[in-house]
């Protein structure tokens, strides 16, 4: 299966390949990518090819799907996938340069601060599929990407296995990458994880600025659960910044800070008790631990129900995700437990509900003034003494 899917397809080229310095790698800027771009960017870099002709399509819009996915749409409720179709169009027809080529990896599993600690890090199944699933809808009439003279490169990837990706994507880009060797990729992808780890720790160390912020001012901040496509504009219909506007720190689950005083401080009375090994195991309350977004969601539900300041969670999902479906209860009810405010936006679609989010807003904000000092107390009383944060 991974040798199937590791194959580069393409049209046959009308002409040789340019060279590294020349090439323009569109990558379309939807699903896992929101959470791996920095490696495509450190990895394409360290292969040569200029930063400034790496092409990421624009984010999720009605008005993008219209004009270059219509008609080439695919069969699937999942509207994170459907509007794929859109992204690739724009690369493909929406460029004044025209592109050479169209990368768009199948991701099986996904690098997280949960590895090691949880039974696997697998992507949706949908996710993972999406890219051969859309790449139909430009081959069904005939081939789009040989007529433009783009070549299709959707390499099969484990990103929470470094030691085989090496060989996966000089398998599936030797015949996009100009005279690409086992080597060199071995080094670009070094350079990837590189990228990554450096990208992920700056922002992680901006939340935890956040969160000392709100311990010294005893301000309250909201934390957000979704997926990491959620915060596509398109995808998400940027509620936390409609929420944000109102004054109150949004911060994500999935760049949460991890350092040891602050996971020691919130996990220390678990630990000590033995239900939990690490502060990042989470078999307390998901055993099924496969699914690398899910146990994050999960991960991040335990550590806002710890964190005083941390007075409302929201929880974002989309339209029939059956990924996300078996952990609303869960996750509202690790929340709730600990007298946190949850709200929730699920079956979001293409279509903002303008309206109604303005109201449910207005609604999660007049609870925030409301009860936010009395829920940063009663949390803090519940926690350890010598809080990190002040």
Same mark, same amino acid.
């Given at each position: ?29 939807? %699903?896992?990518?929101?959470? &791996? ?8 870099? *360290? /292969?040569?090819?200029? #930063?400034? @002709? =790496? ?124 005279? %690409?060797?086992?080597?060199? &990729? ?8 590189? *990228? /990554?780890?450096?990208? #992920?720790? @700056? =922002? ?187």
């Amino acid at each position: 299966m991974p040798r199937w899917f590791g194959r580069t397809r393409s049209g046959a080229p009308p002409s040789p390949p340019p060279s590294r310095a020349e090439l323009r790698v569109g990558i379309p800027r939807v %699903l896992n990518l929101w959470s &791996t771009h920095q490696f495509w960017v450190g990895f394409f870099g *360290a /292969l040569g090819v200029d #930063g400034r @002709r =790496l092409v990421f399509s624009s984010d999720t819009s009605e008005e993008q799907g219209r004009q270059f996915g219509k008609g080439r749409g695919t069969v699937d409720c999942c509207y994170p996938v459907k509007c794929i179709a859109g992204h690739y169009g724009e690369l493909v027809f929406g460029q004044r340069e025209k592109l050479d080529v169209l990368f768009s990896p199948m991701i099986y599993n996904l690098p997280s601060f949960l590895s090691g600690h949880v039974a696997r890090t697998l992507t949706c199944p949908r996710v993972m599929a999406a890219p051969e699933n859309v790449k139909a809808g430009f081959m069904k009439e005939r081939d789009v990407f040989a007529e433009q003279g783009i070549r299709y490169a959707a390499p099969f990837v484990s990103l929470d296995e470094p030691a085989l990706v090496p060989k996966q994507l000089w398998e599936g880009l030797r015949e996009a990458i100009p005279g %690409l060797t086992a080597t060199e &990729t071995a080094g670009a992808v070094a350079a990837g994880y590189r *990228a /990554l780890a450096e990208f #992920g720790a @700056r =922002l992680r160390g901006k939340s935890r600025e956040v969160l000392e912020w709100c311990a010294r001012e005893n301000r309250a901040c909201l934390m957000v659960l979704a997926r990491p496509y959620h915060m596509d504009p398109g995808i998400g219909h940027e509620i936390e910044v409609d929420l944000q506007a109102y004054g109150y720190p949004v911060l994500w689950a999935q760049y949460f800070p991890v350092d040891s005083d602050l996971m020691q401080w919130a996990f220390g009375a678990d630990l000590r008790a033995g239900h939990i090994k690490s502060p990042f195991d989470i078999r307390d309350v998901w055993p099924s631990s496969y699914s690398s977004n899910t146990n994050e969601i999960l991960w991040g539900a335990k550590v806002a129900a710890r964190i005083p300041w941390i007075a409302c969670v929201v929880r974002l999902a989309s339209y029939e995700c059956g990924m996300d479906q078996p952990t609303y209860t869960p996750v509202q009810q690790i929340v709730e437990r600990s007298g946190t405010l949850f709200f929730s936006f699920q079956d979001l679609d293409s279509t903002k509900p303008a309206g109604s989010v303005k109201i449910r807003v207005e609604t999660i904000t007049h609870y925030l003034a409301r009860y936010a000092g009395e829920i940063i107390e009663k949390k803090m009383a519940a926690m350890d003494p010598g809080c990190p944060l002040r």
